[in-house]
């Protein structure tokens, strides 16, 4: 049974750190792509993308979260992470990982990109 838990939110003073981890268990990423995915309490609109990484060229990060989040991936693991630093009131959302490359299933099927994660909840004071 495939499953990509995130882990490592908490409740932080503004100016804290926090280290996001993305881990999937129950098969293997077919590639580097990974996005970050986060959505303020009582908002209505879609999930903002916070950041990501493929395997070619630079991470895309959000003008809110440059400079202060960094994306990262290791396969050897399988699992993905959010470095967050200098973190504001407003980075107050829950978080979510999304597998942008495909999932080799231990089971022998393959899951096309887009498999999200569950989310895990950031508050900031």
């Known amino acids: 049974h495939v499953q990509l838990v995130e882990s490592g939110g908490g409740s932080v003073q503004a100016g804290g750190s926090l280290s996001l981890t993305c881990t999937l268990s129950g098969g293997t990423f077919a590639g580097s792509d990974m996005s970050w995915y986060r959505q303020s309490p009582g908002s209505t609109n879609e999930c903002e993308l916070v950041?990501?990484?493929?395997?070619?060229?630079?991470?895309y990060y959000a003008d809110s979260v440059k400079g202060r989040f960094t994306i990262s991936q290791d396969n050897t693991k399988n699992a993905g992470a959010l470095q967050m630093t200098n973190l504001r009131p407003e980075d107050t959302a829950m978080y979510y990982c999304k597998s942008e490359s495909g999932i080799y299933c231990s089971e022998g099927r393959y899951i096309p990109p887009g498999y999200w994660g569950q989310g895990t909840q950031v508050t900031v004071s």
């Open positions: 950041a990501h990484m493929s395997g070619v060229g630079s991470p």
